[in-house]
């Protein structure tokens, strides 16, 4: 059994170069499925430190291979994400973007520069564990249909199959060096919604002539709010105890002060925590979106693009982790942690093998 102080001490001498690694990667960053420059450095840090890996996975993606002793015995899988999103940093520190209206604002730089940290350890130890550890660094994240996905389809989780998985995300409403776990139910499923209600456009003075699909939209978005939302909404339906979330973050109608536009799109999303439901869900927004654009004499249409699944964390898997960093950490360091509405494309491999997606404050 490697000893905490051990694992200490090397955490100390790796974590200057895990600080810079960082720095260098939030400095540039790379949108989803762009991660050229970022997987290439990612590949720099592995090749010298002597820890092979494979590319090309969904173009950017990397698995890299460390062996232990009987490696054939069990293969853990660790994943980190590269992508960052389309915002534009006004930090004023010396490692800001350089790369305008793109940052690391979810903290995939942090993720990929840890486990690299992770990995100098993992391989300067390796005649010291038994098994094999796979590191899987993943593109696009942030976007559908999610680099986990296509990284199964291409085969990540075999050769060597992979008995286990582990992940982490950061979360700065945690202190930083706690971490939080939660076995079982853990993270929602999301699906992204597209809604455009069709009316007949015209000027404004003459309402008699036009049909404003403005007003059609707004009687459906309050409908959808009171149906899935208010408080009790869904008492005595079969998802009375499921969570669930629908919201809406874009509407879009291009008209002017006196010109009624043809129509509107709006754009959100629906998540929740149980497939039956989720799938009934689907179909009462588009009856819902159906009666009232009818009602009005309007044409509307709900597209529904289906997104991650919910995220659960192997419940035997998830427990001898909380312990483990427990021992190492102390217990005041970790953490029980509630449901999160948020979602993780994770959850793809937490539903192939078991596995354990935590928090990193």
Known sequence: MISSDTIRSLSKK????????????????????QEFKTSEFIQQQLAEAGISYTTGYVKTGIIALIEGVNPSKKTLLLRADMDALPITEKNNVAYKSLNEGVMHA?????????????????????????????????????VLPGGSSLMIKEGVLENPKVDKALALHVFPNMEA???????GMYMASTDELYLT??????HAAMPAEYINPLLVASEILLEINKTFMLPGALKDTPAENI????????????????????KVEIEGTFRTMNEE????????????????????NCSA???????????VNDPAFTDSSFNAAKEYLGSEKVEELPLRMTAEDFAYISQKVPSCFFRLG
């Open 14 to 33: 790796y974590f200057k170069k895990v600080v810079d690694i960082r720095q260098h990667l939030h400095k540039h960053p790379e949108l989803s499925f």
């Open 106 to 142: 979810c903290g995939h730089d942090v993720h990929s520069a840890t486990m690299l940290g992770a990995a100098f350890i993992l391989n300067d130890l390796k005649d010291k564990w038994e098994g094999t550890v796979k590191i899987m660094f993943q593109p696009g994240e942030e």
């Open 177 to 183: 060096g706690t971490v939080g776990f939660k076995s």
């Open 197 to 202: 209600v069709t009316g007949k456009g015209g």
């Open 243 to 262: 969570p669930t979330v629908v919201a809406f973050g874009k509407i879009e109608g291009k008209g002017a002060t006196n010109v009624i536009p043809d």
């Open 277 to 296: 439901w989720r799938t009934e869900a689907h179909r009462r927004l588009k009856e819902l979106v159906n009666i009232i654009s009818l009602k009005n």
């Open 301 to 311: 249409e709900l597209r529904i693009e289906k997104g991650y699944p919910f995220l």
